[in-house]
């Protein structure tokens, strides 16, 4: 065998193609009985791959990273992205919100064009090979058949981050790469103190277009009532900046616009001045259920004037205690630290013929087609650095 690939997740599965595209003899293992669960259960969500902003926009949601994958983006960005989708016959769409799905609005169709065109090529996938270490410089693996080094000339190391751990990728290989940041929980809910009836009542309703403002943030989208919390797309983007703030400082107060389209006098006209009900005058503000429950939660009846409504409905402070675990992040920070690798190459410092992409490396980005659409990328750049490695170290036949 030429290559090894741990993981198969985007990552690890696009490195292996532009591998075999070079003619290697790859095989990719992963430890899960079948082949990129998160790429599926990112699917459920419509799979968001990619968004149509500019590119220099685009960069920009690394934020510090942005150096270290711009480089690899350039060459496999967005546009790309649609083209490689399109080219295994999923047909893509730019969404109201500028993201970019594929047609079908799930992986699995995509997924199953890509193993076939991976299997025509001769990759081999093999599940329920556990990576568990290293044998000199060669992988150790655990197998159903029991353990094994597995004899390759490069490797690529595409094992993901560590959320959503029963999908697979749980992380234990920072137990033996030893330049790792400490895992953190990315795009994800915060708890929130709900009263028992508001918790019980709305748990799973969305509040649909809300401006959410935080120090240095402010953002617009749906957010969505958990019998825990909050979270969804606008909460999600915040999280990076919420997360770092309540670990510093502790509980984290946001304010919620929840009439984002209408500005404060004219919301102030509309609730109406005295004798009109608090009722009345949410109906009259054109909230949703759960945001005028939202509005009361907390605060005794009745609840002042119009005036001081508008000015609640416009400011509504919500206290976030705590970040969700990584069990249900959408993502995870940190991970293997970019300086442990080569940034042009991707290879492992210290480690000849040993390259690593995707989610395991230590960068974030809000959700919006980012994650994959790096993942991706970092994963075409390992795939191609290992391909001139063999090349270089032996021409591959
Ligand atoms: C609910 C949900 C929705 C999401 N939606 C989107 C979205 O719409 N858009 C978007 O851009 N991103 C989305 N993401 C994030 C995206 O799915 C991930 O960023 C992406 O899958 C990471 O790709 P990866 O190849 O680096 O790792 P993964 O997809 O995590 O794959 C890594 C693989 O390595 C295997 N592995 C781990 N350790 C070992 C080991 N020791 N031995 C062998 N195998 C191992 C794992 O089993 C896994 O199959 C979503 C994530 C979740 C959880």
């Not at 949601?61 to 942005?66: S, V």
């Not at 390992?382 to 490695?389: E, R, V």
């Amino acid at each position: 065998m030429d290559a090894v690939v741990i993981g198969t997740g985007p990552a690890g599965l696009m490195a292996a193609e532009v591998l075999s595209e070079a003619g290697a003899k790859v095989a990719v293992l992963d430890r899960m009985a079948s082949p990129a669960r998160k790429f599926l259960m990112a699917g459920r969500g419509g799979l968001n791959l990619t968004h149509s902003e500019p590119l220099e926009l685009f960069l920009t949601r690394y934020g510090a990273a942005e150096p270290f994958l711009a480089p690899h983006i350039r060459l496999f960005g967005p546009e790309r992205v649609r083209a490689w989708c399109e080219g295994l016959g999923q047909e893509t769409f730019v969404g109201s919100s500028g993201r970019v799905f594929p047609r079908a609005m799930k992986a699995s169709p995509l997924l199953r064009a890509w193993l076939a065109r991976l299997a025509g090529r001769g990759v081999e996938i093999r599940p329920r090979h556990r990576w568990t270490g290293w044998e000199g410089a060669a992988p150790r693996v655990e197998t159903p058949d029991g353990g094994r080094t597995i004899a390759a000339r490069a490797t690529i190391l595409a094992c993901g981050g560590a959320s959503w751990p029963r999908l697979g990728s749980d992380g234990a290989w920072a137990g033996w790469l030893p330049e790792t940041e400490p895992f953190a929980p990315s795009n994800m809910g915060f708890r929130v103190a709900w009263s028992p009836w508001f918790a019980g009542r709305f748990a799973g309703e969305p509040l649909k277009r809300v401006r959410l403002s935080f120090t240095g943030f402010a953002g617009l989208g749906e957010a969505v009532v958990t019998a825990q919390g909050l979270e969804g797309g606008v909460v999600y983007a915040a999280s990076a900046w919420l997360r770092e703030s309540i670990r510093r400082h502790g509980p984290a107060t946001v304010l919620l616009d929840l009439r984002p389209d209408l500005a404060l006098p004219a919301l102030r006209a509309r609730l109406g001045g005295a004798g009109i009900s608090t009722s009345n005058r949410l109906r009259r503000a054109g909230l949703a259920p759960a945001a005028a429950a939202l509005v009361r939660e907390g605060l005794p009846a009745p609840m002042g004037d119009g005036a001081d409504l508008a000015r609640r409905i416009k400011a509504l402070p919500l206290v976030l205690e705590a970040p969700m675990g990584l069990d249900r992040a959408i993502s995870s920070a940190g991970g293997l630290r970019l300086a442990a690798l080569d940034p042009a190459t991707l290879g492992l410092r210290g480690r000849p013929g040993v390259f690593a992409a995707g989610e395991m490396l230590d960068w974030e980005a809000p959700t919006g087609g980012h994650l994959l659409t790096a993942c991706l990328a970092t994963g075409r750049a390992a795939g191609l650095s290992a391909a001139a490695w063999l090349q270089a170290a032996a021409p591959i036949r």
